[in-house]
């Protein structure tokens, strides 16, 4: 973790960056305030003049992140209408926010139980949101006999695995660019769902 020097404004949003790479490295209980305040070379006391609390900056980086990741997945959906071309753009859509957004994707798998109410509801609702609208388009082709599969619930769960598989092994600047590496995980979700095109 790099220290931002001095002469960097800190703002919220620089808070939040702070927060949110501490939490991915270190988790949410193993951080302090006083660690992210160290990264951004203020007092602890500073940060509460553009964050109310630790939870705040939880629920506000996971809240970020479900946004894009949605508006992401709705922008790629844009004008699509055959079904195996929506499974293809879903599926390179979550993939590539995955490998774009690593520190906040690692925030958001895994510190949901260190979330309080009402945010934890949030945070859930709209993760079930997304996933809702990748298991309508495998539902949708499987009843237009275009996809072919047991259980597209499974199925559905299966692809939006995939982002965290890539994330394990991608690197910026290896082989791959981040969008060759979504649309090559695309082709084996309809694979997945048995697509017969």
Known sequence: ????????????????HAARDLFAAQGYRG???????????????????HVPSKQDLLFSIMDVAMDRALD???????????????????????VLDFLENPAEVTVCNTEIRSLVEP?????IGKRDAYGARIRGIVERGCAEGRFHV???????????????????????????TARQVADQYADYALRIVGNTD
């Open 72 to 94: 992401a997945l709705a922008a790629a959906l844009t004008g699509v209408t055959d079904v195996a071309a929506q499974l293809h753009a879903a599926a390179a859509a979550t």
């Open 1 to 16: 973790m790099s220290r931002v020097t001095r002469s960097t404004p800190v703002s919220s949003q620089t808070v939040q």
């Open 31 to 49: 951080t302090s305030m006083k660690d992210i305040a160290h990264v951004l070379g203020v007092s602890a006391p500073n940060l509460y003049n």
């Open 119 to 123: 945010y934890r509801t949030t945070i």
């Open 150 to 176: 047991a259980d597209p619930r499974t199925a559905s769960y299966l692809i939006l695995e995939m982002g965290n598989s890539a994330k394990a092994w991608f690197r910026p600047a290896g082989t791959y």
